[in-house]
């Protein structure tokens, strides 16, 4: 049980994260729109497997990092604290405005999974985010199951969210109201990560071993 509270920090801010419009959403959105749910579903499934890589590489990354030298500990999370900080200000800070979805491009149906696949690729924030989130749960001695289940987790959250977006989304109703409630899931994703950033860089100098 001690070792699956440290999902709790890290879903509180992937989660909302996630909800942002962001190039995968905008991806899963046009390839809906211009071709159906289907091509959403299959887009949707290349999006899960780029941001599932992008967890591993970083889980794993920070774990070797951290079994090799140790006191790299207190640097990471500091960096990672520093870095949702950065990002939660700008949430907030941030004036509503519209996704631009009608000028982004749209994949062949054939083609809708890999094209998901590599706009995450494509998107260089997610790893660094990935490596920021997951620095308040990594240390040199979590637990390998407790890696894959988090990897797990990632990719079940984006999977359930974006086919919920490429089945809804695309309908102008919908889009519409998620248009009004955006800014408001921005401000709140905003404030998560700048209090759960400045634990963090508090928490530096003593991080603590799940």
Request: proline share 6%; charged share 10%.
């Given at each position: ?77 500091a960096a990672g604290g520093g870095y949702l900080v950065y990002l939660g200000v700008r949430l ?74 490429s089945l809804f989304m695309a309908s102008g109703p919908v889009m519409r109201r998620f248009e009004r409630a955006r800014h408001w899931i921005e401000r709140a ?22």
């Amino acid at each position: 049980m001690h070792h699956l509270l440290v999902l709790i920090p890290v879903f509180a801010v992937f989660i909302p994260a996630l909800m942002l419009p962001g190039p995968d959403f905008v991806a899963v959105v046009r390839s809906s729109m211009t071709h159906g749910a289907r091509a959403g579903l299959m887009t949707t499934l290349g999006v899960t497997t780029g941001l599932c890589l992008y967890a591993s590489l970083s889980l794993i990354g920070l774990s070797a990092l951290l079994v090799e030298y140790r006191w790299l500990t207190w640097l990471v999370r500091a960096a990672g604290g520093g870095y949702l900080v950065y990002l939660g200000v700008r949430l907030v800070l941030t004036r509503p405005a519209a996704v631009a979805i009608g000028d982004a491009p749209a994949p062949a149906p054939s083609r809708a999974a890999l094209f998901g696949f590599l706009v995450t690729l494509t998107n260089p924030k997610a790893v660094v985010l990935f490596a920021s989130v997951f620095a308040t749960a990594v240390s040199a001695d979590t637990p390998g199951w407790l890696m894959a289940l988090m990897v797990g987790l990632v990719g079940l959250a984006s999977l359930l969210w974006y086919a919920l977006v490429s089945l809804f989304m695309a309908s102008g109703p919908v889009m519409r109201r998620f248009e009004r409630a955006r800014h408001w899931i921005e401000r709140a994703a905003g404030v998560c990560f700048v209090g759960l950033g400045g634990k963090l860089i508090a928490d530096a100098r003593s991080p603590v071993t799940p």
